[in-house]
C-alpha cells in the first residue's frame, strides 16, 4: 500500500505537484524540481557574496588567507566566509545530484 511508504498528505501533495499518480515517477519528478529550486537559490546566493565583496570566492579566500580583508574575523565577514565557502561546495554538488537522476 502507499501509505506505507509516504503519507496520505505527502501522496497527495507530490501527485498534484507532479500531476502523476505513479509514486515511483512522482518522487523522482519532485526531487528534480527541488534540485533545480535549490541550485538556483544557491547560484543567486554566490551571486549576492560576489556583489558584496566585488569579487569571486576563490579571490575572497585568497585575500582573506593573506590579510587584505579588513575585519576578517568579525562576525559578520567570518558568518559571510562559511556561508560564502558552503555555497560554493553546494553550487558543485547540486548539479551532480540533479545528474544521477537523469
Known amino acids: 500500500m502507499i501509505t506505507d511508504v509516504v503519507s496520505k498528505p505527502i501522496y ?7 500531476q502523476e499518480s505513479r509514486l515511483e515517477v512522482a518522487l523522482p519528478l519532485a526531487v528534480k524540481d527541488l534540485l533545480r529550486l535549490k541550485l538556483k537559490e ?4 554566490r551571486q549576492a557574496f560576489e556583489a558584496r565583496y566585488g569579487m569571486d ?20 565577514i567570518e558568518h559571510d ?3 560564502w ?3 560554493v ?6 548539479p551532480q545530484m540533479l545528474e544521477s537522476l537523469l
Open 81 to 83: 566566509y562559511w556561508e
Open 85 to 87: 565557502e558552503a555555497t
Open 89 to 94: 561546495t553546494d553550487e558543485t554538488r547540486l
Open 12 to 18: 497527495q501533495i507530490l501527485t498534484d505537484l507532479t
Open 42 to 45: 544557491t547560484v543567486e546566493r
Open 57 to 76: 570566492w576563490a579571490a575572497f579566500q585568497q585575500a582573506w588567507q593573506t590579510g587584505r580583508i579588513p575585519d576578517a574575523h568579525s562576525y559578520q
